[in-house]
C-alpha cells in the first residue's frame, strides 16, 4: 500500500519522529499506533484492516504504522512484547490498546471507542451511527461496549441509553436492559428512542411466556379463529427476532376480529413497531397496511 497517498491520515514513523507524529499529534486527533513487523503473519492482515477503518473514520483519528525491527527503543519503552500491537493515544497518553489479529467488528468498535476521546463536536453521534451498524449486523456485544462508552461519555445520552437497552435485549441480558433504563433522565421516558427500547424490553418480557412456536402453530392450525395463540405466536415471533413474521400474524388477528379483547391484536402491533423504530422500513409499512385493513 502506497502509504504516501493517504499521508494526511496514515503514515509510518520513527523513534525520531515518535514525539511528533504521535505524542504531539495526539493532542489534535487521536492516534492509532500499529506496531508491526514484516515477519508478522498476522500484522499483514491487521494492518491494511486497520487502514481502511481509519479511512473509513473520516478523518475522526489518523494511523502511524512502527517498524519495531527498525524502532526497538521505542518498542522497548512502551514494553511491547508481542505483535502486532496496538496503541490508541490521546492528548500525549495511551488511552487504549489490543494485541494480536482482531475482526472488522471489534476494529470498527476500536476505532470508535477512540475517536469519542477527540473531542470532535459530532463524535458521539457518529460513535451511535457505528454501535447501531453493529448491532443491525448482529454485533451487539460490540455494539453494547460502544454504546457503554458513550454513556461514559455523556450520561444523559438518550439515543445511547437506547441502544445499549437494545444491545441487552438482543443478548438476552433482559435484566441488564431494565437496569440502563433506570438511567434514563427523569422527563425523558416518552422520547421516541427511550420508547422502542422500553417496547423491546416488554417484548422479550412476553415472549418467554409466549409459549413454543410449534404448540402455537398447531393450535392454530386446529383453530384460526384462535386470537389468543395467534397473538402468543406473534409475541414468540418477535422474541426471536422474526419481526415481519409477528407483523403478518397482528395483521391476521386484526383483520379476523378487531374488537377481540379490547383491540388486542392493533395494541401489540403498536407496540412491536415502536420496538422497531421511527426509520424501519417494515413498520412504516405495517402501519400502511394496518390503516388499508382499519378502511375496508
Known amino acids: 500500500m502506497d502509504l504516501n497517498a493517504n499521508n494526511d491520515l496514515i503514515k509510518d514513523s520513527t523513534e525520531a519522529s515518535f514525539m511528533q507524529d504521535v505524542v ?20 499483514k492482515s491487521l494492518g491494511p484492516a486497520l ?49 494480536g489479529a482482531q475482526g472488522p467488528a471489534e476494529i470498527a468498535a476500536f476505532i470508535e471507542r477512540v475517536s469519542m476521546q477527540g473531542g470532535e463536536d459530532d463524535g458521539l453521534e457518529v460513535a451511535i451511527e457505528a454501535a447501531e451498524q453493529m448491532l443491525a449486523a448482529g454485533d451487539a456485544h460490540d455494539a453494547a461496549e460502544t454504546f457503554t462508552a458513550i454513556v461514559g461519555e455523556e450520561e444523559g445520552n438518550l439515543k445511547a441509553l437506547s441502544g445499549l437497552m437494545r444491545s441487552y435485549v438482543a443478548l438476552g441480558e433482559v435484566d441488564r436492559a431494565r437496569e440502563v433504563m433506570a438511567l434514563v433522565p427523569e422527563g425523558s421516558a416518552d422520547d421516541q428512542a ?15 411466556d409466549a409459549g413454543e412456536e410449534g404448540d402455537l402453530r398447531a393450535a392454530l392450525a386446529k383453530d384460526p379463529d384462535d386470537h389468543q395463540s395467534r397473538l402468543d405466536l406473534a409475541v414468540a415471533l418477535a422474541g426471536k427476532g422474526d419481526n415481519e413474521g409477528a407483523v403478518e400474524e397482528l395483521l391476521e388477528a386484526f383483520k379476523r376480529d378487531r374488537e377481540w379483547q379490547d383491540g388486542a391484536a392493533k395494541a401489540q402491533l403498536f407496540q412491536l413497531l415502536d420496538s ?20 375496508v
Open 51 to 99: 487502514e481502511a477503518a481509519v479511512q473509513k473514520a473520516g478523518g475522526k483519528v489518523k494511523m502511524v504504522k512502527i517498524n519495531v525491527d527498525e524502532n526497538q527503543g521505542i518498542a522497548g519503552q512502551l514494553k511491547i512484547q508481542s505483535i502486532p500491537t496496538v496503541y490508541a493515544f490521546v492528548d500525549g497518553q495511551p488511552v487504549d490498546g489490543f494485541q
Open 194 to 208: 427511550i420508547t422502542s427500547a422500553r417496547a423491546q424490553i416488554e417484548l422479550a418480557d412476553a415472549a418467554a
Open 24 to 43: 504531539e499529534a495526539s493532542k489534535e486527533v487521536p492516534i492509532i499506533v500499529d506496531f508491526w513487523a514484516p515477519w508478522c503473519g498476522p500484522c
Open 276 to 295: 422497531l423504530g421511527p426509520k424501519s422500513e417494515l413498520a412504516a409499512k405495517a402501519r400502511r397496511k394496518l390503516t388499508s385493513l382499519i378502511f
